[in-house]
Protein backbone atom coordinates (compact mmCIF):
# COMPACT_ATOMS: atom_id res chain seq x y z
CA UNK A 1 0.00 0.00 0.00
CA UNK A 2 1.19 3.31 -0.60
CA UNK A 3 0.13 6.95 -0.03
CA UNK A 4 0.21 9.90 -2.80
CA UNK A 5 0.77 12.83 -1.87
CA UNK A 6 -0.59 15.57 -4.11
CA UNK A 7 -0.50 19.34 -3.69
CA UNK A 8 -2.06 21.50 -6.17
CA UNK A 9 -2.99 17.74 -7.99
CA UNK A 10 0.44 17.36 -8.56
CA UNK A 11 2.34 14.94 -7.44
CA UNK A 12 4.90 15.25 -4.54
CA UNK A 13 5.66 11.97 -3.78
CA UNK A 14 4.15 8.71 -3.06
CA UNK A 15 5.15 6.84 0.33
CA UNK A 16 5.43 3.28 1.36
CA UNK A 17 6.11 0.16 0.69
CA UNK A 18 4.88 -3.72 0.80
CA UNK A 19 6.40 -4.11 4.11
CA UNK A 20 4.95 -0.83 6.25
CA UNK A 21 1.68 -1.84 7.79
CA UNK A 22 0.76 1.75 8.68
CA UNK A 23 1.12 4.62 7.31
CA UNK A 24 0.65 8.36 8.74
CA UNK A 25 0.40 11.77 7.03
CA UNK A 26 1.47 14.29 9.51
CA UNK A 27 1.68 18.04 9.73
CA UNK A 28 3.87 20.14 11.51
CA UNK A 29 1.93 23.95 11.90
CA UNK A 30 4.29 26.79 11.60
CA UNK A 31 2.74 28.75 14.49
CA UNK A 32 2.64 32.09 12.91
CA UNK A 33 0.37 30.58 10.42
CA UNK A 34 1.77 31.07 7.18
CA UNK A 35 3.14 27.55 6.59
CA UNK A 36 3.16 23.86 7.08
CA UNK A 37 5.64 21.21 6.51
CA UNK A 38 3.65 17.90 5.30
CA UNK A 39 5.05 14.16 5.60
CA UNK A 40 3.82 10.70 5.85
CA UNK A 41 5.77 8.51 8.55
CA UNK A 42 5.28 4.75 8.39
CA UNK A 43 7.26 1.64 10.65
CA UNK A 44 9.17 -1.01 9.44
CA UNK A 45 9.64 -4.14 11.74
CA UNK A 46 13.17 -5.88 10.58
CA UNK A 47 13.27 -9.94 10.66
CA UNK A 48 15.24 -9.55 14.53
CA UNK A 49 13.00 -7.41 15.60
CA UNK A 50 14.51 -3.98 15.43
CA UNK A 51 11.98 -1.25 14.08
CA UNK A 52 12.48 1.46 12.01
CA UNK A 53 10.79 4.57 11.31
CA UNK A 54 10.81 6.00 8.00
CA UNK A 55 9.97 9.28 6.92
CA UNK A 56 9.04 10.58 3.26
CA UNK A 57 7.92 13.34 0.81
CA UNK A 58 8.86 16.59 3.47
CA UNK A 59 6.77 19.01 1.59
CA UNK A 60 6.21 22.47 2.59
CA UNK A 61 3.05 23.73 2.23
CA UNK A 62 1.62 27.00 2.29
CA UNK A 63 -2.14 28.77 3.50
CA UNK A 64 -4.48 27.63 0.83
CA UNK A 65 -2.72 24.91 -0.74
CA UNK A 66 -4.71 21.97 -1.80
CA UNK A 67 -3.07 18.91 -0.04
CA UNK A 68 -4.50 15.33 -0.77
CA UNK A 69 -3.88 11.94 -0.42
CA UNK A 70 -4.57 9.10 -2.64
CA UNK A 71 -4.46 5.40 -1.94
CA UNK A 72 -2.11 3.55 -3.99
CA UNK A 73 -1.78 -0.14 -4.05
CA UNK A 74 0.87 -0.70 -6.56
CA UNK A 75 4.61 0.13 -6.24
CA UNK A 76 7.06 1.30 -6.98
CA UNK A 77 7.04 4.18 -4.32
CA UNK A 78 10.07 6.42 -3.76
CA UNK A 79 13.05 5.57 -1.20
CA UNK A 80 12.02 7.15 2.36
CA UNK A 81 13.70 10.15 2.78
CA UNK A 82 15.17 9.35 6.13
CA UNK A 83 14.58 6.36 8.33
CA UNK A 84 15.04 6.22 12.23
CA UNK A 85 16.33 3.24 13.85
CA UNK A 86 13.63 2.52 16.95
CA UNK A 87 14.83 0.45 20.13
CA UNK A 88 14.08 -2.92 19.22
CA UNK A 89 13.40 -5.63 21.89
CA UNK A 90 17.10 -5.89 22.83
CA UNK A 91 17.03 -1.62 23.65
CA UNK A 92 13.81 -1.97 25.57
CA UNK A 93 16.26 -3.76 28.13
CA UNK A 94 16.40 -2.48 32.08
CA UNK A 95 18.95 0.40 31.98
CA UNK A 96 19.08 0.78 28.81
CA UNK A 97 19.66 4.59 27.96
CA UNK A 98 16.28 6.33 27.33
CA UNK A 99 15.87 9.49 26.48
CA UNK A 100 12.50 9.66 27.48
CA UNK A 101 9.40 9.61 25.18
CA UNK A 102 10.38 13.34 24.39
CA UNK A 103 12.28 13.37 20.65
CA UNK A 104 11.99 15.56 17.83
CA UNK A 105 9.90 14.49 15.41
CA UNK A 106 12.49 15.71 12.08
CA UNK A 107 16.06 13.86 13.09
CA UNK A 108 14.84 11.72 16.40
CA UNK A 109 17.63 13.41 18.89
CA UNK A 110 16.01 13.22 22.71
CA UNK A 111 15.30 16.62 24.41
CA UNK A 112 19.06 15.54 26.24
CA UNK A 113 20.67 15.68 23.07
CA UNK A 114 19.50 19.51 21.89
CA UNK A 115 19.51 22.90 22.97
CA UNK A 116 15.72 23.75 22.78
CA UNK A 117 12.55 21.38 21.87
CA UNK A 118 9.25 22.21 21.04
CA UNK A 119 6.19 20.40 21.21
CA UNK A 120 3.49 20.56 18.57
CA UNK A 121 0.06 18.63 18.95
CA UNK A 122 1.27 14.61 18.85
CA UNK A 123 5.13 16.35 17.28
CA UNK A 124 8.15 18.07 18.55
CA UNK A 125 10.51 19.63 16.55
CA UNK A 126 14.00 20.74 18.16
CA UNK A 127 16.12 24.03 17.83
CA UNK A 128 18.58 22.86 15.25
CA UNK A 129 15.61 21.60 13.06
CA UNK A 130 13.50 24.86 13.07
CA UNK A 131 16.96 26.70 12.05
CA UNK A 132 17.27 24.20 9.04
CA UNK A 133 13.47 24.76 8.10
CA UNK A 134 13.67 28.44 8.44
CA UNK A 135 16.79 28.16 6.41
CA UNK A 136 14.76 26.50 3.52
CA UNK A 137 11.99 28.79 4.06
CA UNK A 138 14.46 31.77 3.28
CA UNK A 139 15.76 30.55 0.42
CA UNK A 140 12.86 28.43 -1.37
CA UNK A 141 10.30 31.04 -2.19
ZN1 LIG B 1 15.60 17.78 15.20
Known sequence: MFLEVLLNGKSVGKAGG???ATLQLRVLHDTRGKSALVYVTGERHGKGGEREQLEWVNQFVHSGDDVAVRLVTSGPGDLPKKAIPL???QGT?????DSGPIHCSF??????DVPRIIAGPGV???SECVAVCEQTLRTQP
Open 18 to 20: PDI
Open 87 to 89: AGP
Open 93 to 97: AAGAD
Open 107 to 112: CGRGKD
Open 124 to 126: FIC
